[in-house]
């Protein structure tokens, strides 16, 4: 049987042509009708005529991509149809709402994963394996180097440094991105040790999360609410703070929160002073966990070591090739690694 | 082994120099003497013989973590350290291993002993017994090379908060070929004396480099000047009968300069110069380049000792009649040191002379001219200064003539390692040959800061021609100006010219890849610059 194309892979993003549907493309036309698997801004952007997207991932999207966007908002495993393609989201793991998308045409089903994690973060909808025939991967963090530890064990970690550092009559900072990393680090801090400031983007962030009925500890501003001079605080800011906006909560001890810091060298070059090996991504054993999930034929392996990852899964005896995208992952806790394409 | 390992990632977590002192003294402060021993020792890059070589511990991680050994290539060309990489991808370990620092080291010596599949099973039998942290420490027992930024300095000033002994006399302690595994803590802090081993090298007293003397400020009378000498610094040692040389390195190199043997019979015992080993022929000091062709050679043949000989131009005089002279003032120590060339009365040992400074602007004549002498410029010495170890602001300076320059286009780029792994880092740059086509003149990395890295990486990524395994061709478009020490004809390299100790000067923005150097500019500064020998 001749194999079926359901998504092409254009200039413009990843479209069905018998949908006419993109999912989440990078150069979005007012004629779009755009399926969003996540509202991280390599993966929505402004400009398409019609956004669909999860529930949980709406207040988000209108956050960023403006509150006329013209959106609907669907359920996980709830279908939708379009030019008789069967569309429904399914639970990625990644960040709250962050949903996989499937596409099932004259029983031919085709899965495009976004951004996933297979760990539960007791936040996003925990992932859940979708059975299909082409399955579209991400590879941010596929090489067998990087494996993630029990994530309660890198709580108590974070928060001993904390303490520690509070003990030394210091601040701490930690550094993730503004969107679902922030919030994940804050739901697992523990407030009776000091309190915890957050940076402006993340505030906005936390405000949407809790109105989604995510259960956030107290947090105040640290632009207008931070009392000078005072020390033994925690404070969560996005990669981009990490310059001259810190001085401020001086004396401090810093660190990152991210897959990235499982490699020694590239901890180093972010001259912080502590890693936390801490992904919404999955790591080796998770992606190949995934893919076996899905029982998929076909993969195709989008941004991240996507030429490595192919041939890997080639040589397991699936069909497997690379392909060329603008999603980065989660490279802007570690800038320098952009479009690490491989 | 856990509380070293916990040392490695302290170190490792902190750029701060006195933050590592903090953490080595509190280690230093509560290890057992052994594992003191031991970690001095690696830190001072005295690691075991491996017993494994890399290659075979790469294939061995790589059946333990069931990958491909391919898999294992590309993951360490990611992770940029191949200890680190095996760290990494190797199953979590079954069992809980209670070893000691020294008591690992202990294994690794023992797999001499054992045959091949006997050494596999003890290494993947350690593995299964260490944490992350721990096998990265076991690891690199066999592939060196920590990059921790632990200088001598730094382990001196640590070792100096827990035992009550002055630094000059721990730096002297610390040098020479004592083997860990025999030596104790106490044997091992004591030994600044001869006693125990009469190879033992002094500490060499290092230098600070000075763009304009009289900004930094330096009086011209106050210092004594000599031309510094473009060879390999050397300590040459003898006593009880026996010749060592030492290099800067603190390596012992009397092996590969046969030639100066003779220095043993012509030399008393109790006699320690700081010299220069230089390249040297009918009355002349050749260029840097015929020693270095020498160094790569594991056996000194007859044609190289007819080729480029060596003779030692000696500075200092550290130890004179048996004892240890290093407080002495210069001016005395030179005197003394004149008088011992004098005896030795042979062409294998050279007094280095003292150039009278009439001012600065004189001086800095004759400094632009230092390439016609075969030397680097000059040293700067304060009048009256002892002989003391290391770095020391206000004695040593070294006003080194300008490097040659040239804009080359970069052409290749390779991912570097330890701090830069994951980054394209190593460069490769061309110049234009007659025919307007790029050739390949030199590989250089540094120079950048870590911004600059950061957009060279980003046009690499974006700009990919060609992948030859870990290599890049780029489109040849950004143009770089390369500051290298010395050229000499190749027949090893591409363009038929090597550069020594090539680097990124500055990137050009201001250039197109069409307005790089020749090679035709390149052989002219290689015409005008060899000397006539």
Not at chain 1, 1 to 7: D, G, H
Not at chain 2, 327 to 338: A, D, F
Not at chain 2, 430 to 443: C, F, G, P, Q, Y
């Amino acid at each position: 049987m001749a194999q079926r194309t359901l998504i092409k892979f254009t200039e413009a993003g990843l479209y069905c042509p018998q949908a006419d549907v993109f999912i989440d493309p990078w150069k979005p036309k007012a004629s779009y009708w755009s399926v969003i698997t996540h509202a991280h801004a390599d993966h929505a952007r402004t400009g398409s005529g019609y956004y669909l997207a999860h529930h949980e991932s709406g207040p988000i999207l209108r956050h960023r991509l403006g509150a006329d966007i013209n959106l609907e908002t669907i359920a996980y495993n709830q279908p939708v149809y379009h030019h008789g393609v069967k569309i429904s989201l399914h639970p990625a793991g990644h960040i709250l709402g962050s949903a996989q998308v499937r596409l099932e045409y004259q029983g031919e089903v085709w899965v495009i994963s976004g951004d996933y994690k297979l760990e539960n973060d007791q936040i996003s909808t925990a992932f859940e394996a979708v059975p299909c025939h082409a399955f579209v991967t991400e590879s941010t963090f596929a090489l067998p180097v990087y494996k993630w530890k029990d994530q309660q064990e890198l709580y108590r970690n974070m928060n001993a440094w904390w303490a520690i550092n509070k003990s030394e009559g210091k601040n701490s900072i930690i550094f993730g991105y503004s969107l679902g990393k922030a919030q994940r680090i804050i739901s697992q801090l523990d407030p009776g040790i000091g309190t915890i400031y957050v940076h402006g983007a993340i505030d906005n962030i936390n405000a949407l999360y809790r109105e989604a009925g995510v259960a956030l500890p107290p947090t105040k501003s640290a632009t207008t609410e931070y009392e000078k001079n005072t020390t033994g605080n925690i404070i969560v800011a996005p990669p981009s703070a990490l310059g001259t906006w810190i001085n401020k909560f001086r004396p401090f001890e810093t660190a990152i929160a991210s897959g990235w810091m499982r490699i020694r060298g590239i901890r180093r070059r972010r001259a912080v002073d502590q890693g936390f090996i801490l992904s919404d991504h999955a790591d080796w054993p998770g992606l190949l966990q995934a893919i076996h999930a899905t029982g998929a034929e076909r993969v195709f392996v989008t941004h991240g070591y996507s030429y490595i990852f192919s041939r890997y899964l080639r040589e397991l005896g699936l069909q497997a090739q690379p392909v060329e995208t603008q999603f980065e992952g989660e490279l802007d806790e570690i800038k320098e690694n952009a479009n690490n394409q491989d | 082994m856990k509380d070293f390992a916990e040392l490695i990632l302290q170190l490792d977590q902190t750029n701060k120099t006195n933050e590592k002192i903090k953490h080595l003294a509190a280690y230093f402060a509560v290890a057992s003497d052994q594992d003191k021993v031991w970690a001095i020792a690696l830190f001072s890059h005295r690691r075991p013989k491996r017993p494994v070589n890399t290659t075979v511990l790469k294939t061995w991680a790589a059946e333990v973590a069931n990958q491909p050994l391919w898999l294992i290539d590309e993951c360490r060309t990611l992770v940029g350290d191949l200890a680190e990489t095996i760290s990494l991808v190797l199953p979590s370990p079954s069992q809980k291993g209670e070893k000691s620092l020294s008591e690992w080291l202990d294994v690794v010596i023992g797999l001499h002993k054992l045959s091949d599949a006997e050494k596999k099973q003890a290494v993947i039998q350690a593995w299964d017994s260490l944490n992350q942290a721990e096998r990265f420490v076991f690891n690199k027992f066999f592939t060196g090379g920590w990059r921790l930024g632990v200088s001598q300095k730094t382990m001196i000033n640590a070792l100096a908060q827990v035992v009550d002994i002055e630094k000059a006399k721990i730096a002297h302690c610390l040098m020479g070929d004592w083997n860990p595994k025999k030596i104790t803590f106490d044997e091992l802090m004591q030994d600044a004396g001869t006693e125990v081993l009469p190879s033992k090298p002094y500490p060499f007293f290092l230098s600070y480099a000075v763009d304009v003397p009289e900004q930094e400020p330096l009086v011209a009378d106050g210092f004594l000047a000599e031309w510094k000498w473009d060879g390999i610094r050397s300590q040459i040692i003898k006593r009880e009968d026996a010749l060592y040389i030492w290099s800067r390195g603190e390596e012992l190199i009397s092996k590969k300069f046969p030639e100066l043997g003779s220095l043993l019979e012509v030399l008393p015992n109790g006699t320690v110069i700081d010299g220069e080993v230089l390249p040297y022929k009918e009355g002349q000091i050749l260029p840097f380049g015929k020693l270095q062709t020498r160094l790569g050679r594991k056996n000194v043949t007859k044609k190289i000792l007819e080729e480029a000989p060596v003779i030692v131009k000696a500075y200092d005089l550290l130890e004179y009649k048996h004892a240890d002279i290093r407080q002495y003032p210069i001016e005395e120590r030179k005197k003394l040191l004149l008088q011992v060339v004098a005896e030795a009365a042979t062409e294998n040992l050279q007094f280095s002379e003292v150039v009278p400074i009439a001012s600065w602007e004189a001086l800095d004549v004759l400094r632009k001219t230092s390439r016609d002498y075969a030397a680097e410029g000059f040293m700067l010495k304060k009048k009256g200064s002892p002989y003391l170890d290391g770095r020391k602001k206000g004695y040593w300076y070294k006003w080194k003539v300008e490097p040659f320059s040239i804009d080359a286009v970069l052409t290749y780029a390779m991912r570097g390692s330890g701090r830069r792994a994951n980054l394209y880092t190593d460069y490769t740059f061309s110049v234009w040959n007659a025919a307007r086509e790029l050739i390949t003149l030199t590989k250089a990395y540094s120079g950048l800061d870590d911004e600059e890295i950061r957009q060279v990486d980003n046009f690499v990524r974006r700009n990919t021609l060609n992948r030859f395994g870990p290599v890049r061709e780029v489109k040849p478009q950004l143009v770089f100006e390369l500051a290298f020490e010395a050229l000499q004809p190749s027949s090893r390299h591409k363009s038929g010219i090597a550069l020594r100790f090539p680097r990124v000067k500055r990137w050009r923005h201001d250039k197109k890849a069409e307005e790089a150097n020749t090679l035709e500019d390149v052989q002219e500064l290689l015409k005008a610059y060899q000397p006539s020998v």
